[in-house]
């Protein structure tokens, strides 16, 4: 088993629908949790940090479930500039022990 | 300002060839991290670096790699006798903060092609 996993997608939907991920992590030691943005052939981007009490960033919501050990990520109204591969990442208590999942491709169509 | 910047951009190498690939990272950040990243999948950790000193090398896959960041700011990273299995893009990333914690800032990678 992966110790960070993300449906690989792609999830294809139509602009202006919501849309939700999630992406599952092993190691209850976990202490920071991410969701990066990549586009075809560029390089990771932060797209928002996510913290225990959950987090909003505009149209996007991140979550966290300590419990269930997972994150995710809420896109609301979503734009065809939303399509992109997201990527979660999970650093654990021993700090350069960071985890990138495989990500979930995201397709807005008009 | 200037971003993370990666070269070369691309590199092909025949089997067994030795390559070097070079990261400049964000002035001032004292955390600088190599991924390797196949196609289709996320990026895998390789090596971290705070300042000069390297912390972490657990994510390097074998003893033919390498990677030094003598003064604490430019970082390369060595393959020695390269390998198919070597061909990914090869991404660096530096952070302001210590370790993970904080935001990465990503350069755009080197592309490996190893014939």
Redesign the interface.
């Known amino acids: 088993r992966k110790e960070v996993e993300q449906d690989?997608g792609p999830f294809n939907v139509p602009e202006g629908a919501t849309v939700a991920f999630n992406c599952t992590y092993s190691n209850s030691a976990s202490?920071?949790f991410?969701w990066y943005r990549q586009d075809c052939r560029?390089?990771?981007?932060?797209l928002m940090?996510v913290y225990s009490s959950g987090n909003e960033d505009g149209r996007f919501t991140a979550q966290l479930n300590r419990a269930s050990q997972y994150i995710s990520l809420l896109i609301r109204d979503s734009k065809l500039s939303d399509s992109a591969t997201y990527?979660c990442?999970v650093?654990y208590s021993?700090?350069?022990?960071?985890?990138?999942?495989?990500?979930t491709r995201l397709s807005i169509r008009p | 300002g200037a971003g993370v910047s990666q070269s070369p951009r691309y590199k092909v190498a025949k089997r067994g060839q030795d390559v070097a690939l070079r990261c400049d990272p964000i002035s001032g950040h004292v955390s600088l991290f190599w991924y390797q990243q196949a196609l289709g999948q996320g990026p895998e950790f390789l090596t971290y670096f705070q300042n000069e000193a390297q912390l972490d090398k657990s994510g390097l896959p074998s003893d033919r790699f390498f990677a030094e960041r003598p003064e604490g700011s430019v970082s390369t990273l060595k393959i020695q006798r390269t390998q198919q299995e070597d061909s990914a893009v090869y991404l660096c990333a530096s952070s302001v903060g210590l370790a993970g914690f904080n935001e990465q800032f990503f350069g755009p990678g080197t592309r490996l092609t190893v014939l």
Do not use: D, N, T
């Open positions: 690989p202490q920071s991410f560029k390089e990771p981007k932060l940090s990527l990442v650093i021993s700090a350069s022990k960071i985890i990138f999942g495989s990500g």
